[in-house]
């Protein structure tokens, strides 16, 4: 499988398609728009990050200008009736992050602004997608202090909070103390916030 180019930027289109030459050869590589104007010039260097997607009828590589970028589209084409095309589109009005964000709110509407996309296929997608991509909540809890942070977050999630009061309390927290403290502090700031 191929899993990135480094190379020199030979061609681009207005469809999304770039071609990068390494080593002599020519990699025709489908890219979501906002990636397609991240690229420099014709002739100068490039590096994509790639999915090779096999069909039964074709061979189509997929570039991506970050890493998360590329596990967002195998998460989206792994969801129950998105194809590459959809998972462009979701990736070219969402960034990975916006997307998660969606996931984590609910937001059936944001995934709406995709074209093609109405509020049966969103709804379904916030399901799938929950299941596929790692939540932002776990990332946050581990950059700001691993398992205190999480002992805090799964004591509200025990008193009935949910995930978004958890999370926005948690950014409002200092990085470190006590669980004891902490706990007592978001306690004060859920109770101000209803």
Do not use: N
């Not at 009061?165 to 004891?180: K, N, Q, S």
């Amino acid at each position: 499988m191929i899993g990135s180019l480094r190379g020199i930027l030979l061609d681009r289109s207005v469809s999304g398609e770039v071609t990068v030459e390494v080593g002599g050869v020519g990699y025709r590589a489908v890219v979501a728009p906002r990636t397609l104007s991240e690229l420099g010039e014709l002739g100068s260097p490039v590096f994509l990050y790639t999915h090779l997607h096999v069909r039964e009828d074709a061979m189509v590589l997929y570039g991506f200008a970050s890493a998360d970028e590329r596990r967002c589209f195998e998460a989206l084409i792994g969801a129950h009736g998105v194809g590459p095309a959809l998972a462009l589109a979701i990736l070219s009005v969402h960034t990975p992050s916006a997307l998660r964000r969606a996931l984590l709110d609910d937001d059936v509407a944001a995934l709406t602004l995709v074209p093609g996309v109405g509020k049966k296929t969103a709804a379904r997608l916030l399901l799938d997608l929950k299941a596929r991509l790692e939540v932002p909540d776990l990332e946050l809890v581990a950059a700001r202090g691993g398992s205190v942070r999480a002992d805090l977050g799964a004591a509200l999630a025990g008193l009935g909070y949910q995930p978004e009061e958890v999370r926005d309390v948690l950014r409002e927290l200092p990085a470190d103390g006590d669980v004891d403290t902490l706990l007592r502090d978001a306690l004060k700031l859920l109770a101000t916030a209803r």
